[in-house]
């Protein structure tokens, strides 16, 4: 054995010490996707390095031969690792985890098997013999076919992972844009190395430089996972997500070509049409609708489909699909199920029908046979009769907002430029012909905004009719300003300030058995601030003070 270390050993040992440095950095990230295959990756190229700078220097046939051996599986073996790495990194692990990808590992088993065993049949290489060079125990060997065979698997192993790994960073933009091009470059100097010496070409043939060439991997894959985290920002993260998005939502989506032909289908949507994925594809989409067809054209529509022998009916909306260069290549089709939608408004349909017409009719005839009687009826007859009146009064006011509200509609039909000042007074002069009490009006002439006053009216009318009813000798101030670009509406009162639980109703959004308003009137003013865009606050600590902060210009696009 020469204990005089050649260079050519020293270069190994160094490369097998970086991979251990590299292998250190990681540690941080081991339980990211495909950092696992990863380290594999780095403790096989040790392996490698220290074994081959170990066999540089050792004369002895035998141990030499053995040592080779480790060599051949780092060959085998590198190119494995890394493609795993690859489709762990890349969110890939569907392949990862697949059988077909499974089977693939018998190609590095069986290269091993035959590694070991190359003394006995001699298959991989024969004619194997120590040759001195450099000062180093140099290995002259002819490799044969099936050895070749082995080696350029290897490096196709190695050549798919670095395509993926560069493709999915590049992606990215450039964000990782310097660290993918490091990737991407990596595996050059070790993978022309393992040629060249396969090949017999170089300076040194008997000598195999891939350890060597390690070092400029090592540098450039501590550039890229260690200086810039790859590791802690990965594209399985974004796979992960774009598969959610499409893959795994309950909404079925489809794509299609620009004739409309199917070329994916998520599994929602083949539970929609009834239709395997394999068997749809390249189909006319139509084909699985019932009786509806879906133009292909970039817009909406809506579509009726059986499923299960139901009828559902959904919204389709459709969103081109383009290349970089801008070019169309076909649509993303996103069906929404609305069938339960469609009844609802229907079921509403025939309830407001009937609120509006049996119940009101009924109401007012009851109110007025009440009315009759009250004036006819003496004493207590006559009280009762009165109590009677007056509810079904309240009963009818109360239909006749909720009624009101339905019509005013939230469409940029209703848009138009109001006085405030001017619809202030007029609510304020109906009110207290019809309540009393004392109302002031300080708002400025001039004061205008751009909004739907069939809704604001409403609003205000709740508001002021809300403190006149609730509050005796009500002292009423209706005022407003501009605040920036929206304008400041307020309504105070001098009475004991709305009760807390009927402002706990109306911040929790909904009623209960046990805790409900006692009136529509509320509702209606959160109901119509809403619609208008507004923000609604309630102040309570002397009288009540409410605030309706309303946009001054809205835009039919905020109306709509």
Request: aromatic share 8%; hydrophobic share 45%; charged share 20%.
């Amino acid at each position: 054995m020469n204990l005089d270390l050649p260079w050519l050993a020293l270069g190994s040992f160094a490369s097998g010490f970086g991979s251990l440095y590299l292998l250190a950095q990681l540690r941080a990230h081991w339980d990211k996707p495909g950092a696992r295959w990863f380290v594999a990756t780095i403790v096989t190229q040790t392996g490698w390095c220290f074994s081959y700078g170990a066999a540089l220097l050792v004369f002895d046939p035998t141990l030499r031969l053995a040592l080779e051996m480790v060599s051949w599986l780092g060959i085998i073996w590198i190119g494995f690792c890394f493609l795993s790495f690859a489709l762990g990194y890349t969110g890939r692990t569907n392949v990862l985890e697949s059988g077909w990808y499974r089977a693939v590992a018998v190609l590095p088993l069986a290269g091993t098997a035959l590694v070991v065993t190359n003394p006995l049949h001699t298959v991989v290489w024969q004619g194997f013999r120590v040759v001195p060079t450099a000062g180093s125990a140099g290995a002259d060997y002819a490799v044969l076919p099936v050895g070749l065979l082995t080696i350029i698997v290897a490096m196709l192993f190695v050549s798919f992972g670095t395509l993926l790994v560069f493709d999915t960073v590049v992606s990215y933009g450039p964000l990782y844009r310097r660290e993918a091009l490091a990737v991407g470059l990596s595996p050059i100097p070790p993978g022309a190395g393992v040629l060249l010496w396969a090949g017999g070409v170089g300076l040194v043939p008997a000598v195999n430089l891939t350890t060597l060439l390690f070092l400029p991997h090592i540098a450039l894959d501590l550039y890229a996972f260690v200086r810039s985290d790859m590791f802690e920002f990965h594209p399985a993260t974004r796979r992960a997500g774009e598969r959610a998005a499409i893959h795994d939502i309950a909404t079925p989506v489809a794509i299609v070509d620009e004739q409309g032909r199917v070329v994916n289908l998520n599994p929602a949507a083949e539970r929609m049409l009834g239709v395997d994925k394999r068997e749809g594809l390249t189909e006319p989409l139509n084909s699985f609708l019932a009786g509806d067809d879906i133009a292909t054209d970039g817009g909406s529509s809506r579509a009726s489909i059986e499923a299960g022998g139901r009828h559902r009916e959904f919204k389709v909306r459709q969103t081109a699909l383009r290349d970089e260069a801008g070019t169309q290549l076909g649509y993303t089709v996103v069906f929404q199920d609305i069938t339960d939608e469609i009844r609802r408004e229907r079921r509403l349909e025939v309830l407001n029908r009937f609120l509006r017409h049996n119940v009101r009719n009924e109401s007012v005839v009851i109110q007025a046979r009440a009315e009759l009687l009250a004036g006819e009826l003496d004493g207590e007859q006559s009280d009762h009769a009165a109590t009677i009146e007056r509810s079904v009064s309240r009963l009818v006011d109360s239909g006749q907002k909720a009624r009101t509200l339905a019509e005013a509609g939230a469409g940029d039909a209703g848009l138009e430029s109001v006085a405030l000042a001017d619809l202030a007074t007029g609510v304020v002069e109906s009110a207290r012909e019809e309540y009393g009490g004392s109302v002031t009006v300080e708002i400025p002439d001039d004061l205008r905004l751009t909004t739907q006053p069939a809704l604001l009216e409403i609003l205000l009318t709740n508001l002021v009719e809300n403190a006149l009813q609730h509050v005796p000798d009500a002292v009423v101030t209706v005022g407003a300003k501009v605040d920036g670009d929206d304008v400041v509406l307020t309504v105070s009162d001098n009475g004991p300030g709305v009760p807390e639980h009927e402002l706990g109703v109306l911040e929790r959004g909904r009623e209960t058995d046990l805790n409900h308003g006692s009136g529509i009137g509320l509702w209606l003013v959160r109901w119509t601030a809403t619609t208008l865009g507004g923000d609604l606050d309630f102040d309570t600590n002397d009288g009540t003070t409410v605030t309706v902060r309303l946009p001054q210009e809205r835009t039919a696009a905020e109306a709509a």
